[in-house]
Every structure is written in C-alpha cells, then in structure tokens.
C-alpha cells in the first residue's frame, strides 16, 4: 500500500485548503483511512478517519469538528481533507494513513505535506 499526499500551502487565518491522499497498492474495501498532523515539538495526532467503504464512520477530533471534512472518492482511490476556517494552530505538517479495520495500529503512512497559517 502506498499513500501520496498533496494539496498543503500557506495560507491566511479564515482560509481554506483541500489536502489529497492518493492512494494505490491495494484494494482498501476492509481499510480505514485518516488524517494526522504533527505540530513542531509535539506528537503526531489523529484528527479524522473514515471508513473506506460502507458506512463511512467519519470521526473528528474536537479541535477541528465543524471546519475540516473528510472524504473520499472510490473510484479514484482518493481521500480528501477539507480544510475551512482555517487558524494559525493549524499549522502543521499533516500525514495521511491506512489501517485495516480489523487492526487497531495505522500500518501505511503517506509523506507529510506542510499546512503554514498565517495570522
């Protein structure tokens, strides 16, 4: 399984950016995906998962609950994080991941792509 994420920048407080996560090596019917973002001199956190097929479960952090989305498209192999409302504690460098959804651990890891919010 491989993970390529896109789509960070720097952009102005109050603004927006869609992340990309491309996703191939596998079929991801039984996976669960979801996007970290490791802050400088802090851990690396989780802020939204979905389930790749069927109900898709969508969970958010509270941190970012009501401005960031998750999504994906199947067809594509594709998931999504769009980022609204965007804050300068957004700032980051945000990963995307894979895990079975039978395993609790997240095995795949894309690169990190740097998020930059300017106040």
């Known amino acids: 399984v491989q993970l390529q994420a896109s789509g960070g920048g720097l952009v102005q407080a109050r603004g927006s950016l869609r992340l990309s996560c491309a996703a191939s090596?596998?079929?991801?019917?039984?996976?669960?995906m979801g996007w970290f973002r490791q802050a400088p001199g802090k851990e690396r956190d989780i802020i939204a998962s979905?389930?790749?097929?069927?109900?898709?479960?969508?969970f958010y952090v509270e941190s970012v609950k009501g401005r960031f989305t998750i999504s994906k498209v199947n067809a594509n192999n594709t998931m999504y994080l769009q980022m609204d409302t965007l804050k300068p504690e957004d700032t980051a460098l945000y990963y995307c991941?894979?895990?079975?959804?039978?395993?609790?651990?997240?095995?795949?890891w894309g690169q990190g792509t740097q998020v930059t919010v300017s106040s």
């Open positions: 979905i389930n790749w097929n069927g109900n898709s479960n969508a």
């Open positions: 090596g596998g079929t991801f019917s039984n996976y669960r």
């Open positions: 991941a894979a895990r079975l959804i039978t395993i609790g651990s997240w095995n795949y």
